[in-house]
Nanobody
Framework: QLPLVESGGGAVQPGGSLRLSCATVGFRLEYYAIGWFRQAPGKEREGVSCISGNRRAFYADSVKGRFTMSRDMTKSTVFLQMDSLKTEDSGVYYC?????????????????WGQGTLVNVSA
């Protein structure tokens, strides 16, 4: 069973909303951080957000005020609520596991990655 599984991607018009889920298996969320990254075609994978074990959340400037991370401990699932979506938010979204969010923008900090879920924002 994969430790991280993303879901919730899809097609949406600009201004719309999506909620991505990252289901986790085999570890306790209160002891780890989960980060979200995205990768558009032809571009580098970039950090979107991170939530630490003590629920402190961090966001890239490009998504601040529009995206919100949360956790459901009973379901061992982390969510990324994405509102006011823009075409530039399109890409494959990945969740990833690390010890904390201290260096959350660095891809090398993460121990495990999910397989990704596709988000397509277009008119």
């Amino acid at each position: 069973q994969l430790p991280l599984v993303e879901s919730g991607g899809g097609a949406v018009q600009p201004g719309g909303s999506l909620r991505l889920s990252c289901a986790t298996v085999g570890f306790r969320l209160e002891y780890y951080a989960i980060g979200w990254f995205r990768q558009a075609p032809g571009k580098e994978r970039e950090g979107v957000s991170c939530i630490s074990g003590n629920r402190r959340a961090f966001y890239a400037d490009s998504v601040k005020g529009r995206f919100t991370m949360s956790r459901d401990m009973t379901k061992s699932t982390v969510f990324l609520q994405m509102d006011s979506l823009k075409t530039e938010d399109s890409g494959v979204y990945y969740c990833a596991l690390e010890d904390d969010c201290d260096t959350w923008l660095s891809r090398n900090s993460y121990q495990d990655w999910g397989q990704g879920t596709l988000v397509n924002v277009s008119a």
